[in-house]
């Protein structure tokens, strides 16, 4: 079965700092990978994919994440935070064999600090 | 391309009520899913419909809850008998059929 973990349900950052909110997932064929963003009493944004193309994929808003098999990895990061980052963040597997449906992470919520 | 669209944005039920969200997927997206999400949780899938046939329903639709998307347009989501473990944000998300999915706003169900 698919799965994912995402590590720290909260994560606080200055403004201005690097942004690092960690993924991990467990899947028996090649996934597919997601991350989104959620605003307060607002639905899923996309923010990037990985469908087996690059490695490290890039997304909107300054984001980007890196695909790594050997670790089972999918790590979000963002150079420089700013404060309209501030939101819930989702990492999410699936692949053809869940006709694809979503399976997601608890997801990490994100403070940024003036 | 308008986005996905959902209605109600809040509902506040009783115990015991009927409820019903509809949701419009985005024009020509042939793939719709249905996901529930509790207060500090990720989505949980529900459903899913490929155009007006349900292929898939998570062991999380009771049966209780039914879902139906007429003509492969819209979608509607019912739970029956609402239960105050309802109440949870129901979102909605439409695809081409490729791997993106396109998430509405959501509804909020308070079941009290």
């Known amino acids: 079965a698919q799965s994912v973990t995402q590590l720290g349900s909260h994560v606080s950052v200055s403004e201005g700092a690097l942004v690092l909110l960690r993924c991990n997932y467990s899947?028996?064929?090649?996934?597919?990978l997601f991350w989104y963003v959620q605003y307060p009493n607002q639905g899923l944004q996309l923010l990037l994919k990985?469908?087996?193309?690059?490695?490290l994929v890039k997304g909107i808003n300054g984001f980007e994440a890196e695909f790594k098999k050997s670790e089972t990895s999918f790590h979000l990061t963002k150079p420089s935070a700013h404060m309209s980052d501030a939101a819930e963040y989702f990492c999410?597997?699936?692949?053809?064999?869940?006709?694809?449906?979503?399976?997601f992470g608890q997801g990490t919520e994100l403070s940024v600090k003036p | 391309d308008t986005g996905v669209s959902q209605d109600p944005r809040h509902k506040i039920t009783k115990r015991g009520q009927n409820v019903t969200f509809r949701c419009d997927p985005i024009?020509?997206?042939?793939?719709l899913y249905w996901y529930r999400q509790t207060l500090g949780q990720g989505p949980e899938f529900l459903t899913y419909f490929q155009n007006e046939a349900q292929l898939e329903k998570s062991r999380l639709l009771s049966d209780r809850f039914s879902a139906e998307r007429p003509k492969g347009s819209f979608s509607t989501l019912e739970i029956q008998r609402t239960e105050q473990g309802d109440s949870a944000m129901y979102l909605c998300?439409?695809?081409?059929?490729?791997?993106?999915?396109?998430f509405g706003p959501g509804t909020r169900l308070t079941v009290l």
């Open positions: 024009s020509e997206h042939n793939r």
């Open positions: 998300a439409s695809s081409p059929g490729g791997d993106t999915q396109y």
């Open positions: 899947s028996s064929v090649p996934p597919y």
């Open positions: 990985y469908t087996s193309a690059a490695t």
């Open positions: 999410a597997v699936s692949d053809r064999q869940l006709r694809g449906k979503l399976i």
